[in-house]
């Protein structure tokens, strides 16, 4: 159980392109759903986190017009990266969790984004 | 200020003996830690978990072991497989900021046949 599905999981894009990635929570329902970004040999920073139905909370440093989440239902949230430039690319992560108790977060396989 | 410090970059261990990962903490308010494994190209995947109101936590080849007056705390692998070979994040988190994760940097653990 606790499957978390993040799609796509590779995209090459031209610069100025936005690109959204879905993070889909299979077999449970996720009231909060995270969104990480990782550098090459870094840990995963936090960008945000995102609860149905309300506006997600960012990160300190983390540009809202940027990264725009979304999190219509309980199984599915949204990152877009609007305008996307080369400094840009990365690993992108999400998480889902069921409840805001002590429930560990289940993870997506990540997607790698490349902005050419 | 990296409130959670993996200092060993990497590991390498033997098949079939222990392997054992390190991770301090900095903030007293945490009161939930765990521990993910990462396989390059992949997300992390939860292993084990320990709260703050324990100090063993123990599921089949893994324990953890957490000292809160050290701020510290541990993953032991016994018997090590060629298997575990992944990346080993500790996290850790508090009810005060709404669970959120902080994660360390991380510790690449080989295991040798």
Same mark, same amino acid.
């Given at each position: 159980?606790?499957?978390?599905?993040?799609?796509?999981?590779?995209?090459?894009?031209?610069?100025?392109?936005?690109?959204?990635?879905?993070?889909? #929570? !299979?077999?449970?329902? @996720? /009231?909060?759903?995270?969104?990480?970004?990782?550098?090459?040999? &870094? #840990? !995963?920073?936090?960008? @945000? /986190?995102?609860?149905?139905?309300?506006?997600?909370?960012?990160? &300190?440093?983390?540009?809202?017009?940027?990264?725009?989440?979304?999190?219509?239902?309980?199984?599915?949230?949204?990152?877009?990266?609007?305008?996307?430039?080369?400094?840009?690319?990365?690993?992108?992560?999400?998480?889902?969790?069921?409840?805001?108790?002590?429930?560990?977060?289940?993870?997506?396989?990540?997607?790698?984004?490349?902005?050419? | 200020?990296?409130?959670?410090?993996?200092?060993?970059?990497?590991?390498?261990?033997?098949?079939?003996?222990?392997?054992?990962?390190?991770?301090?903490?900095?903030?007293?308010?945490?009161?939930?830690?765990?521990?993910?494994?990462?396989?390059?190209?992949?997300?992390?995947?939860?292993?084990?978990?320990?709260?703050?109101?324990?100090?063993?936590?123990?599921?089949?080849?893994?324990?953890?072991?957490?000292?809160?007056?050290?701020?510290?705390?541990?993953?032991?692998?016994?018997?090590?497989?060629?298997?575990?070979?992944?990346?080993?994040?500790?996290?850790?988190?508090?009810?005060?900021?709404?669970?959120?994760?902080?994660?360390?940097?991380?510790?690449?653990?080989?295991?040798?046949?």
């Amino acid at each position: 159980g606790a499957v978390v599905s993040q799609h796509p999981s590779w995209v090459i894009c031209k610069s100025g392109t936005s690109v959204k990635i879905e993070c889909r #929570s !299979l077999d449970f329902q @996720a /009231t909060t759903m995270f969104w990480y970004r990782q550098f090459p040999k &870094q #840990s !995963l920073m936090l960008m @945000a /986190t995102s609860n149905e139905g309300s506006k997600a909370t960012y990160e &300190q440093g983390v540009e809202k017009d940027k990264f725009l989440i979304n999190h219509a239902s309980l199984t599915l949230s949204t990152l877009t990266v609007t305008s996307a430039h080369p400094e840009d690319s990365s690993f992108y992560i999400c998480s889902a969790r069921q409840d805001r108790t002590n429930q560990p977060q289940h993870f997506g396989d990540g997607t790698r984004l490349s902005i050419l | 200020d990296q409130q959670v410090k993996q200092n060993s970059p990497s590991l390498s261990v033997q098949e079939g003996r222990i392997s054992i990962l390190n991770c301090d903490y900095t903030n007293s308010m945490f009161d939930y830690f765990l521990w993910y494994k990462k396989y390059p190209a992949e997300g992390p995947t939860f292993l084990i978990s320990i709260s703050s109101i324990k100090d063993k936590n123990e599921d089949g080849r893994f324990t953890v072991f957490l000292n809160k007056s050290a701020k510290h705390l541990s993953l032991h692998i016994v018997p090590s497989q060629p298997g575990d070979s992944a990346v080993y994040f500790c996290a850790a988190s508090a009810w005060e900021y709404g669970n959120k994760l902080v994660f360390g940097a991380g510790t690449i653990l080989r295991v040798k046949s």
